[in-house]
């Protein structure tokens, strides 16, 4: 029998301030790690977005469930309702809270104007609605669909336009790392393509220290046993960039060894039930895809992005 409970965190309070300025790496999981250390709750569910690429220690992902649609999506006011984001007229005010969001879209559609929105999605979809201070929002469509309201999305944005942040779309159940009974519960969770693909996005993004604070961006496609992973870093007005596409193969058979290898986290992931050769290739590819950035200049672009940042 489970028995839910309901915590607000830090990133749900702080609601006047972006994001990436508050400089807490937790802060949509401090609260709820809290209450998994002091055995109030035997499970916490995250978006997996939220998940710093670091788990403090004792803490495991102990399942991420199949991926909802990880693209990102634009909510229209009602009066530009049938519009896209390359229709609205010059100046029009988008709102989100996401740096990486607002830098490919500055590029993409340089005729509109980017402001930061904060709240839950009731909250941003109401300032949306009742005021005239944005022409659009922009969200996770996965978020939308969840809460039932995914016919308020005018616009998908496909790769060619925003590529999405690492782990969107796809939750996580985070357990004690020494809880097998709990570990071996949630774990028939796990949808092996999500946590390959997962796996290969958080390496890139722990390798490049990245975080809401830098624009980092991918895209991952698992096909006929091949794992492909774009990954992108930008600088705060998208002038700057760097992307890059590598692939790798994940087909290998599931071995079935008991020991102390069971337990194996592939940045913060125990997935007992995915073949473990197989995730060792996609956080190789996603190590790999980063050095390839970080070799032609990634970290000078995040560097100056974060000291940006910090300045505003």
């Given at each position: 029998c489970l028995r839910a409970v309901a915590m607000s965190t830090t990133g749900d309070k702080i609601l006047d301030t972006a994001l990436s300025k508050i400089g807490e790496k937790s802060l949509f999981t401090k609260e709820l790690e809290n209450a998994l250390e002091r055995n109030e709750v035997d499970l916490v569910v995250h978006s997996l977005k939220d998940l710093p690429t670091s788990l403090p220690p004792g803490?495991?992902?102990g399942a991420v469930c199949k991926r909802e649609n990880p693209l990102d999506a634009v909510v229209f006011h009602p009066k530009n309702c049938g519009k896209t984001?390359?229709?609205?007229?010059?100046?029009?005010?988008i709102g989100t809270s996401s740096l990486r969001r607002a830098a490919q879209l500055k590029k993409k559609f340089p005729h509109?104007?980017?402001r930061d929105?904060?709240?839950?999605l009731n909250t941003r979809l109401k300032k949306l609605d009742e005021k005239e201070d944005f022409s659009a929002i922009v969200l996770a469509a996965a978020g939308l669909k969840r809460m039932g309201w995914e016919n308020r999305i005018g616009q998908l944005l496909g790769p060619e336009d925003c590529l999405y942040a690492v782990g969107q779309g796809a939750l996580a159940v985070e357990v004690r790392a020494k809880d097998q009974e709990i570990l071996n519960?949630?774990?028939?969770?796990?949808?092996?393509?999500?946590v390959l693909c997962c796996i290969a996005e958080r390496a890139f993004m722990k390798r490049l220290e990245g975080g809401c604070s830098v624009p980092v961006a991918v895209n991952t496609l698992l096909k006929d046993g091949q794992l492909y992973l774009t990954g992108a870093v930008y600088?705060?007005?998208g002038s700057d960039s760097l992307k890059e596409t590598m692939q790798t193969s994940v087909t290998y058979p599931h071995q079935n060894e008991d020991g102390p290898n069971d337990d194996v986290q592939h940045v913060g992931i125990t997935a007992?039930?995915?073949?473990?050769?197989?995730q060792e290739a996609a956080e190789n590819l996603g190590v790999e895809l980063a050095g390839l950035l970080l070799s032609k200049g990634a970290k000078h672009i995040l560097s100056v992005a974060r000291q940006l940042n910090d300045a505003r």
């Open positions: 803490f495991t992902i984001l390359s229709l609205l007229p010059e100046k029009s005010v509109l104007e980017f929105i904060r709240g839950n519960m949630v774990s028939a969770l796990h949808d092996a393509d999500t600088s705060l007005d007992k039930n995915v073949p473990g050769q197989a």
